[in-house]
């Protein structure tokens, strides 16, 4: 008997510092049938135990999902917080601008710690994210 192969794929990236005062990240992508499930979030590990990163981490700090419209190009992806701390919101625009870009359904969680947005990084750090997500889907998109 043939083996199946499973079409679910979990893959846990690390992304180092972009910038002087900002952490290193870690992205655990999960590739679902026509979706991802992102999980982001600043980490302490050394890049070799970045298995153990999401562990550490928090999956609903910030967590929202986003569908892509079909029909009309250049409409924002419908989307919907599924659980936010009242500090933080950037998943759900996050999520819309990648299920837009990737054409598939997009459930992200943004761990990242409320002491970078009094410290005045928040902005970097949100960049810095975005792209790194972008970099782990391409790669997974590709394959």
Not at 109 to 131: H, N, T, V
Not at 135 to 141: N, P, R, T
Request: hydrophobic content about 40%.
């Amino acid at each position: 008997m043939a083996a199946i192969k499973s079409r679910i794929q979990v893959d846990t990236q690390y992304f180092p510092s972009a910038g002087h005062a900002l952490p290193p990240l870690a992205v655990q992508t999960t590739r679902l049938v026509n979706s991802y499930m992102l999980w982001v979030g600043t980490t302490d590990v050394e890049q070799d135990q970045v298995e153990t990163a999401p562990l550490q981490g928090s999956l609903a700090k910030d967590w929202a999902c986003a569908m892509p419209v079909r029909e009309t190009p250049g409409t924002p992806a419908a989307a919907t917080p599924l659980y936010r701390s009242s500090s933080s919101e950037a998943a759900l625009s996050m999520a819309q601008r990648l299920a837009r870009r990737f054409k598939k359904q997009i459930f992200l969680s943004i761990d990242m710690p409320p002491s970078l947005g009094s410290l005045g990084q928040e902005g970097k750090l949100l960049l810095a994210i975005e792209r790194a997500l972008v970099d782990s889907l391409k790669s997974h998109e590709g394959q």
